[in-house]
């Protein structure tokens, strides 16, 4: 009896011997491979975050890291049920993240480079805690993702049409209500002023940051991926559309009160234009999750 029982118990304590021995190597390993990251990122961060702190456009990307870190760790007991597996297919998403990286850098492009860091957590994160795991976090993965900029190319070649989309719907609303308007590309004539529809006022300000409501409405709300991707979809149109009643709305007080519109509400309508765009797709969630989620 004592000799089976030797014998049974000797693998045991040595698992658990190899499990206490290895621990210190894992956290090693982690601690290599965040002072990497950091070496390599360090720069590419804190540019993106200076972007964050200067432009107004971009201010939202403040909110998104410590927002993605809340949402991850508030569903840790779900990621953390599932048990942590090496998953050598990870390293192509590492790869990859690794490769645009290079790219964005001998390519002078901030988007790809920032966008990098983003791909490459997730690569890393399933390199070292397997699928299951990776699944429970792709959704702080996403809010991630949105905190990079659009790239200056795309911005610059939507913000034009946009310009005169809002300039030219803009001007046929003043007209409807009875308002002397005559538009010459993006600026609006009125009787007693003229108003420029300039590149902030293209509405892809506001399209960021709704997207990201969108995106968060959906997983609070919705159950199912079709309902969360229209409201995400949505969210496009209803940005564009709400940038036109704000210009609309600037032409006719300028008609009226020109110090009023140039100054309070001008300032003012930037937010005023963001809620009621959330306000939109709060209602448009719930009325997707009543209609189309299972019950």
């Given at each position: 009896m004592g000799a089976v029982y030797g014998a049974t118990k000797q693998p045991e304590e040595s698992s658990a011997a190899l499990g206490r021995s290895s621990t210190p190597v894992l956290w090693l390993q982690a601690g290599v491979i965040l002072a990497l990251i950091a070496f390599l990122f360090w720069d590419v961060l804190a540019d993106m975050a200076h972007d964050w702190w200067t432009e107004p456009s971009l201010s939202q990307g403040l909110l998104l890291p410590p927002l993605a870190l809340y949402i991850a760790w508030i569903h840790r007991k779900r990621t953390f049920a599932y048990a942590a597996q090496l998953d050598s297919r990870g390293l192509l998403v590492s790869a990859a993240g690794c490769f645009m990286f290079v790219l964005g850098k001998l390519a002078s492009e901030d988007f790809t480079t920032r966008l990098s860091f983003v791909v490459l957590l997730?690569?890393?994160?399933?390199?070292?805690?397997?699928?299951?795991?990776?699944?429970?976090?792709?959704?702080?993965?996403?809010?991630?993702?949105?905190?990079?900029?659009?790239?200056?190319?795309?911005?610059?070649?939507?913000?034009?049409?946009?310009?005169?989309?809002?300039?030219?719907?803009?001007?046929?609303?003043?007209?409807?209500?009875?308002?002397?308007?005559?538009?010459?590309g993006n600026i609006i004539q009125l009787a007693n002023t003229s108003l420029g529809v300039e590149e902030a006022c293209s509405g892809l300000n506001s399209l960021s940051a709704l997207i990201v409501g969108a995106l968060l409405f959906g997983y609070l709300i919705c159950t199912r991926l079709l309902t969360r991707t229209i409201l995400v979809v949505a969210a496009i149109p209803l940005a564009i559309l709400v940038n036109v009643v704000r210009v609309a709305g600037t032409a006719l007080l300028a008609d009226q009160h020109e110090e009023f519109a140039m100054g309070f509400y001008h300032s003012f309508s930037g937010w005023l234009v963001f809620v009621v765009g959330a306000g939109v797709l709060y209602l448009m969630g719930r009325a997707l999750h009543a209609v189309a989620d299972p019950k």
């Open positions: 997730a690569g890393l994160l399933w390199t070292f805690w397997g699928v299951p795991r990776l699944r429970t976090l792709v959704f702080p993965l996403l809010i991630l993702a949105c905190m990079v900029p659009l790239p200056v190319l795309l911005y610059n070649s939507l913000a034009a049409p946009l310009q005169l989309f809002s300039s030219d719907m803009a001007s046929r609303i003043a007209q409807a209500l009875g308002v002397s308007v005559f538009r010459d």
